[in-house]
T-cell receptor, first 114, second 105 residues
Framework: DSGVTQTPKHLITATGQRVTLRCSPR?????VYWYQQSLDQGLQFLIH???????AKGNILERFSAQQFPDLHSELNLSSLELGDSALYFC?????????????FGDGTRLSIL | GQQVMQIPQYQHVQEGEDFTTYCNSS?????IQWYKQRPGGHPVFLIQ?????EVKKQKRLTFQFGEAKKNSSLHITATQTTDVGTYFC?????FGAGTRLTVKP
């Protein structure tokens, strides 16, 4: 158990819809990272938050947005969903803001677009 | 932007054979991290290398960071079926595409 909690585990929805993925980091971790992993693909970095502030953006589409709340949990919002958005979405957390810290991954949310 | 390239993409070995995956960057890396993702699981942190030429061992796994800090490798001696999974190298939120290892008993 990594200590990172992601909900829901599975999400099935239709094209054009909007969904929200939730992540609670490990106790004490201030950074939250979001990644997208398509079938048999690598980890595509989406966005990084540290203590409530956005720190870095990766290949995140304009249809996607995220935020980190004062209690440090984070939400990833995906809108106008397309078939290609079907993927496993991982959240990870680390203690600090720098890339030096190991990241601890949650179990992921599997998003299926029908 | 900075990219981390990883090869091979797939590796199938007989149990007991050795396995190596390589990670390369065109720029100097501040550090390199290695993760393992079991089938159906999530990436799990294995190790971090920071120093030029650094070598670290974890039982049958040997991790190396190149002298120029532009490449790294993970070597598994005498693979076991428990080694099955995808091994990722990463730096500052950029990950290689991973090497998927399958082991035939």
């Amino acid at each position: 158990d990594s200590g990172v909690t992601q909900t829901p585990k599975h999400l099935i929805t239709a094209t054009g819809q909007r969904v929200t993925l939730r992540c609670s980091p490990r106790s004490g971790d201030l950074s939250v990272y979001w990644y997208q992993q398509s079938l048999d693909q690598g980890l595509q970095f989406l966005i990084h938050y540290y203590n409530g502030e956005e720190r870095a953006k990766g290949n995140i589409l304009e249809r996607f947005s995220a935020q980190q709340f004062p209690d440090l949990h984070s939400e990833l919002n995906l809108s106008s969903l397309e078939l290609g958005d079907s993927a496993l979405y991982f959240c990870a957390s680390s203690v600090g803001a720098a890339g030096y810290q190991p990241q601890h991954f949650g179990d992921g949310t599997r998003l299926s677009i029908l | 932007g900075q990219q981390v390239m990883q090869i091979p993409q797939y590796q199938h070995v007989q149990e007991g054979e050795d396995f190596t995956t390589y990670c390369n960057s065109s720029t100097t890396l501040s550090n390199i991290q290695w993760y393992k993702q079991r089938p159906g699981g999530h990436p799990v942190f294995l190790i971090q290398l920071v120093k030029s030429g650094e070598v670290k061992k974890q039982k049958r796994l040997t991790f190396q960071f190149g002298e120029a800090k532009k490449n790294s490798s993970l070597h598994i001696t005498a693979t076991q079926t428990t080694d099955v999974g995808t091994y990722f190298c990463g730096n500052d939120m950029r990950f290689g595409a991973g090497t998927r290892l399958t082991v035939k008993p």
